[in-house]
Every structure is written in C-alpha cells, then in structure tokens.
C-alpha cells in the first residue's frame, strides 16, 4: 500500500466523520485512527425492527462504500422497483475510491422497495434492496 493510498484512506475517514480504519492482509496490517478531538460524537441509530414476511428478502451491501444503483457513465438503474432480478444478478455497484464493486442478488425475485438512496455511503451488512419472492 502506498503513501498516497494512505493518505486517501484518511481523508475518507475525515469526508464521513469515521474514528478509525483497520486493514489486514498477508504481509500488511494498517490501523488508521483520527484524533478524539476531531471526531463528531458518536450518534447511536437503532432501526425499528420490522416485521419480515417469510416471502420478502433482504439485499445487503458486502462492504463499505458508496452505493450506486447505476453506473457513473450511464443512466440506466440496474434494478429498478418491480423488475425482476436473478440470482447472481448485478443491482448495485458498490465505489470504494476509484474501484466499482459489482454487487450482485443471492437470490431472484422481484425488487420491492430499495432501501438506500442511489450515492449513499453504506457499511458492512447494510440492507439496501427488498426482493419479493418469485
């Protein structure tokens, strides 16, 4: 990893007022912390649990970044609220930097709502898209 990938990482941190970064791989750990000073308080969000009907699924993110419903060079939503999607489908692309993530359905169905605004930043595990089953 270079100094300026280094420096790009802690200007992420500061652009969406995160306290810290770790990444591990073989042959590199980095742990990336702000000042306590800097940091915003930390605001605790607890989403209302809803009650799931066992036919809807959930479409979740695969790590952080910002979520794109379309490509930066098109206009074409990639999956739109009724279309229908396969498994292994591509809705979304996650943008980590400069890098386009595809993120695909785990399951097919057709898209009910979609949950997360199209250039929100997301993290791990979040929810972004309601399929109904086929």
């Known amino acids: 990893m270079t100094n ?8 992420w941190l500061r652009e969406n007022q995160l306290a810290g970064a770790e990444i ?3 042959g590199l750990h980095l742990l990336l912390k702000r000042s306590v000073d800097e940091v915003v308080a ?7 649990e809803a009650v799931k009907a066992p036919d809807e699924l959930l479409l979740k993110t695969p790590g952080l970044g910002r979520l794109l419903l379309t490509h930066p ?13 396969a498994q292994g489908q591509l809705v979304a692309l996650l943008q980590v930097g400069d ?30 898209m309601r399929l109904d089953a086929a």
Do not use: D
């Open 24 to 26: 591990r791989r073989p």
């Open 4 to 11: 300026q990938e280094i420096r790009q990482l802690a200007v």
């Open 99 to 128: 890098l386009l993530l595809p993120v695909r359905s785990q399951t097919s169905g057709r898209v009910a709502a979609v949950l997360v605004p199209c250039g929100t930043t997301v993290g791990y595990g979040q929810a972004f």
């Open 42 to 48: 930390p605001v605790q969000i607890t989403a209302p």
């Open 73 to 85: 060079q098109q206009n074409v939503v990639l999956a739109s609220v009724g279309s229908q999607v």
